[in-house]
């Protein structure tokens, strides 16, 4: 029953709860009143009083970051391209790249914002922002594996990896809520070993023993 | 009761007969004695026989290229087929048939790095050539694929030799003349000689003849001074080629297209379902339709031969654009010879016509961005004969002295392009040296590259007429080489 809500005072005309984003500030993020909290301290779902359709809405950030990461990707990789096939040389290195860099980019922000969006917004919201993140890139993963030696096995099973961690971090969160009891601590906890997963993504990356895409 | 037996006796016979499993015979053996030199063509002769009717699948594996062949085997005929195979130390041939165990004959090739010399002589006198491996010959070492000519450098042929070789050897030799051979006749029949330096390319100068061995060897160290035009190269070609950029704009298209509509979903619907169902949507759509708008195939030609001679040689690559992951069967095309895959390294499959002793098919895998290409080589009849006479104030009469007509085309002299218009036989234009242009396009390059320097070139682009289909893009020049006035 710790758990740092903010002020009335900086909850939004009429008492309602804006989604609050992933990379947005959590003492903002309004708290529903006291007497509706459940036990433990858990935060409910953000809900604009009780609107599914809402409910229903994506995380606009973590989704814009989703396709920024997409057309960043996207851009070296046609361009890349293009030089190769200019030199005559083989493309598929070039996409074999992008497959990585495209997996590796989304691993990593997954990481970073999954674990701390579920200690913050709890699992659903954690979920559905780690969905943004990902789906957006698919087509052109499709692309670079259209255009790579990669295995389709490696390459589907990378993301269903995905979608699984886009599962299982926000769970940490909400875990690391649970286990802490205080909203400020559990987001510091989860940005740091959401940090830490990152960091270990990136260094287990240069192991040959990483079967990447 | 014994009369009743013997319809019985018979049934059993024939039953015996037909689960009798047939035995197939396989030998191997590999042209020039079993030498070549890394990355060059050569050839296996395949012997095949079954003691029983049957249908057998040949298979012959050099590397990543993979020859398969279909036989109709009859008992007491033995099938031979000389199967062109890029260069490889281990040659697997194999051969089964469905009722028949599969037998297997490994093939070692050995690979010179040093200048392959072939001496088909009869009286087995030694012979050296500086910096060359010398490989004994005798008449059934010889290929009988044009292409398998390339293992060798040179070569010295006696009149026994030449007299032995059959039909197809000889066609080839004939080709590898055309394609400028280095080759030393030793007192060959006056008839063989004629046929040899009519079709001899590079203006005859790579076929010669000589009285004694050791003329020959004097005649190949003088002639290996002379380089004679190289093969084009692959990075050549794809300039010649220019592959348009059509599949890479079609992919900048539909990214661009997807991130747009992706970009306006996110602003104005931002519900979970059209998240997931955009993306997966696109991904469905653009991979629908790279599959559905596939590029013609490309096929470059580029011949090249002496003003006069009866033959020019050329050099063809038939380029496959890769849109999607998968895998494509494509016809060897018939009209062009000595069909392969440009890129050993390219995991390849043909299927060998045995009954027209040629490649039919090549199998290979596609991927988006891959350029896949098969390359060709021969002859070519050559009717245009050009004559160039130099007159006074950096003139330049250009003359059709053939009996066919030019298209318009270009004059390279000097370093310079000068436009030449279509000419009827016998007719003439007058070119003006100093008005020429420098022309930076890849044919013009590469014509003058091309050009040795006391020549001068006509270069014409053929007009790929009611011969192009649909799905064929062609681009096709002749390079017809004169001596400088």
Redesign the interface.
Same mark, same amino acid.
Not at chain 1, 126 to 152: D, N, Q
Not at chain 2, 450 to 469: H, I, K, N, Y
């Given at each position: 029953m710790s758990a740092a809500g903010p002020s009335q005072g900086a909850r939004p005309p009429g008492g309602e709860r804006r989604e609050a984003t992933l990379g947005g500030n959590h003492t903002t993020a309004a708290e529903p009143p006291q007497g509706a909290r459940p036990p433990g301290g858990e935060r409910r779902e953000a809900t604009l009083g009780g609107n599914h359709?809402i409910e229903?809405? +994506?995380d %606009?950030p973590a989704?814009?970051t989703g &396709?920024a990461l *997409? +057309?960043a990707v996207?851009l070296w990789w046609?361009g890349s391209?293009?030089l *190769? &096939?200019d030199h005559?040389t083989? *493309?598929?290195r070039g996409?074999a790249d992008a497959l990585k860099t495209l997996w590796l980019v989304r691993g990593m922000a997954l990481a970073m914002l999954s674990v701390r969006a579920g200690a913050l917004y709890g699992w659903r919201r954690g979920a559905?922002g780690g %969905?943004?993140l990902i #789906? &957006?890139?698919?087509?052109?993963?499709? %692309?670079a594996? #259209?255009?790579?030696?990669a295995s &389709?096995t490696l390459v589907v099973l990378a993301e269903l990896l995905l979608l699984a961690g886009s599962a299982a971090l926000p769970l940490i969160g909400l875990f690391l809520r649970r286990w802490l009891r205080r909203v400020d601590f559990a987001v510091m906890a989860g940005t740091a070993i959401g940090t830490a997963l990152a960091a270990a993504l990136w260094v287990a990356s240069g192991s040959t023993y990483m079967p990447l895409p | 009761m014994l009369r009743g037996l013997w319809p019985l006796g018979l049934a059993l016979c024939a039953v015996t007969d037909a689960i009798a499993q047939p035995r197939i015979d396989l030998a191997a053996t590999p042209a020039w004695n079993g030498w070549t030199r890394p990355g060059r063509a050569t050839e296996v002769d395949v012997r095949l026989s079954a003691d029983i009717a049957t249908r057998a699948t040949l298979d012959v594996v050099a590397g990543r290229q993979v020859v398969r062949a279909e036989l109709d085997l009859a008992p007491g005929r033995i099938v031979r087929l000389q199967v062109p195979i890029d260069s490889s130390e281990e040659v697997a041939v194999s051969a089964g048939s469905p009722v028949a165990p599969p037998q297997r004959r490994d093939v070692r090739i050995a690979q010179s790095e040093s200048p392959l010399l072939g001496v088909g002589i009869v009286t087995g006198d030694p012979v050296y050539l500086e910096g060359f491996h010398t490989v004994r010959l005798v008449a059934d070492d010889l290929p009988r694929n044009a292409s398998a000519y390339a293992s060798v450098d040179a070569l010295i042929l006696d009149a026994p030799t030449l007299g032995a070789l059959d039909r197809r050897q000889l066609g080839a030799l004939l080709a590898h003349a055309a394609e400028c051979g280095r080759i030393v006749l030793l007192n060959p029949d006056p008839g063989v000689r004629h046929v040899l330096d009519g079709m001899g390319g590079c203006g005859g100068r790579a076929v010669m003849g000589a009285a004694t061995l050791a003329d020959a060897k004097e005649m190949l160290k003088s002639s290996l001074a002379t380089s004679f035009a190289p093969a084009i190269s692959l990075v050549n070609i794809r300039e010649l080629a220019q592959p348009g950029r059509v599949t890479w704009n079609r992919v900048l298209v539909l990214v661009a297209a997807y991130f747009a509509i992706a970009g306006l979903a996110l602003m104005l619907v931002r519900s979970v379902p059209v998240l997931l169902l955009v993306p997966a949507l696109a991904t469905v759509a653009i991979l629908v339709l790279l599959h559905a708008m596939q590029p013609p195939t490309q096929l470059v030609v580029w011949s090249e031969g002496e003003s006069g001679a009866q033959f020019a040689r050329y050099q063809a690559w038939q380029l496959f654009p890769g849109l999607v992951r998968g895998h494509t069967r494509v016809p060897v095309l018939p009209q062009l010879a000595s069909a392969r895959t440009c890129e050993p390294g390219q995991p390849m499959r043909f299927d060998f016509d045995a009954d027209r002793g040629r490649l039919a098919f090549a199998d290979f895998d596609t991927r988006l961005f891959r350029q896949v290409s098969l390359c060709y080589s021969g002859m070519v009849p050559l009717e245009r004969v050009i004559a160039i006479e130099a007159r006074p104030d950096a003139l330049l009469n250009v003359r059709n002295a053939g009996r066919t007509a030019w298209p318009s085309g270009l004059l390279l002299a000097g370093g310079l392009a000068h436009d030449v218009p279509a000419l009827g036989p016998g007719d003439s234009t007058i070119i003006r040296t100093e008005r020429g242009k420098q022309r930076r396009d890849a044919p013009a390059r590469m014509a003058m590259e091309r050009t040795q320097a006391d020549r001068v070139a006509a270069l014409w682009e053929s007009d790929p007429g009611d011969a192009a289909d649909v799905t064929t893009e062609r681009k096709e020049w002749l390079l017809l080489t004169a001596p400088r006035p």
């Amino acid at each position: 029953m710790s758990a740092a809500g903010p002020s009335q005072g900086a909850r939004p005309p009429g008492g309602e709860r804006r989604e609050a984003t992933l990379g947005g500030n959590h003492t903002t993020a309004a708290e529903p009143p006291q007497g509706a909290r459940p036990p433990g301290g858990e935060r409910r779902e953000a809900t604009l009083g009780g609107n599914h359709a809402i409910e229903a809405q +994506i995380d %606009l950030p973590a989704a814009m970051t989703g &396709l920024a990461l *997409a +057309i960043a990707v996207a851009l070296w990789w046609v361009g890349s391209s293009r030089l *190769a &096939l200019d030199h005559g040389t083989d *493309a598929a290195r070039g996409a074999a790249d992008a497959l990585k860099t495209l997996w590796l980019v989304r691993g990593m922000a997954l990481a970073m914002l999954s674990v701390r969006a579920g200690a913050l917004y709890g699992w659903r919201r954690g979920a559905k922002g780690g %969905l943004g993140l990902i #789906s &957006l890139s698919w087509p052109v993963v499709a %692309l670079a594996w #259209s255009a790579s030696a990669a295995s &389709l096995t490696l390459v589907v099973l990378a993301e269903l990896l995905l979608l699984a961690g886009s599962a299982a971090l926000p769970l940490i969160g909400l875990f690391l809520r649970r286990w802490l009891r205080r909203v400020d601590f559990a987001v510091m906890a989860g940005t740091a070993i959401g940090t830490a997963l990152a960091a270990a993504l990136w260094v287990a990356s240069g192991s040959t023993y990483m079967p990447l895409p | 009761m014994l009369r009743g037996l013997w319809p019985l006796g018979l049934a059993l016979c024939a039953v015996t007969d037909a689960i009798a499993q047939p035995r197939i015979d396989l030998a191997a053996t590999p042209a020039w004695n079993g030498w070549t030199r890394p990355g060059r063509a050569t050839e296996v002769d395949v012997r095949l026989s079954a003691d029983i009717a049957t249908r057998a699948t040949l298979d012959v594996v050099a590397g990543r290229q993979v020859v398969r062949a279909e036989l109709d085997l009859a008992p007491g005929r033995i099938v031979r087929l000389q199967v062109p195979i890029d260069s490889s130390e281990e040659v697997a041939v194999s051969a089964g048939s469905p009722v028949a165990p599969p037998q297997r004959r490994d093939v070692r090739i050995a690979q010179s790095e040093s200048p392959l010399l072939g001496v088909g002589i009869v009286t087995g006198d030694p012979v050296y050539l500086e910096g060359f491996h010398t490989v004994r010959l005798v008449a059934d070492d010889l290929p009988r694929n044009a292409s398998a000519y390339a293992s060798v450098d040179a070569l010295i042929l006696d009149a026994p030799t030449l007299g032995a070789l059959d039909r197809r050897q000889l066609g080839a030799l004939l080709a590898h003349a055309a394609e400028c051979g280095r080759i030393v006749l030793l007192n060959p029949d006056p008839g063989v000689r004629h046929v040899l330096d009519g079709m001899g390319g590079c203006g005859g100068r790579a076929v010669m003849g000589a009285a004694t061995l050791a003329d020959a060897k004097e005649m190949l160290k003088s002639s290996l001074a002379t380089s004679f035009a190289p093969a084009i190269s692959l990075v050549n070609i794809r300039e010649l080629a220019q592959p348009g950029r059509v599949t890479w704009n079609r992919v900048l298209v539909l990214v661009a297209a997807y991130f747009a509509i992706a970009g306006l979903a996110l602003m104005l619907v931002r519900s979970v379902p059209v998240l997931l169902l955009v993306p997966a949507l696109a991904t469905v759509a653009i991979l629908v339709l790279l599959h559905a708008m596939q590029p013609p195939t490309q096929l470059v030609v580029w011949s090249e031969g002496e003003s006069g001679a009866q033959f020019a040689r050329y050099q063809a690559w038939q380029l496959f654009p890769g849109l999607v992951r998968g895998h494509t069967r494509v016809p060897v095309l018939p009209q062009l010879a000595s069909a392969r895959t440009c890129e050993p390294g390219q995991p390849m499959r043909f299927d060998f016509d045995a009954d027209r002793g040629r490649l039919a098919f090549a199998d290979f895998d596609t991927r988006l961005f891959r350029q896949v290409s098969l390359c060709y080589s021969g002859m070519v009849p050559l009717e245009r004969v050009i004559a160039i006479e130099a007159r006074p104030d950096a003139l330049l009469n250009v003359r059709n002295a053939g009996r066919t007509a030019w298209p318009s085309g270009l004059l390279l002299a000097g370093g310079l392009a000068h436009d030449v218009p279509a000419l009827g036989p016998g007719d003439s234009t007058i070119i003006r040296t100093e008005r020429g242009k420098q022309r930076r396009d890849a044919p013009a390059r590469m014509a003058m590259e091309r050009t040795q320097a006391d020549r001068v070139a006509a270069l014409w682009e053929s007009d790929p007429g009611d011969a192009a289909d649909v799905t064929t893009e062609r681009k096709e020049w002749l390079l017809l080489t004169a001596p400088r006035p």
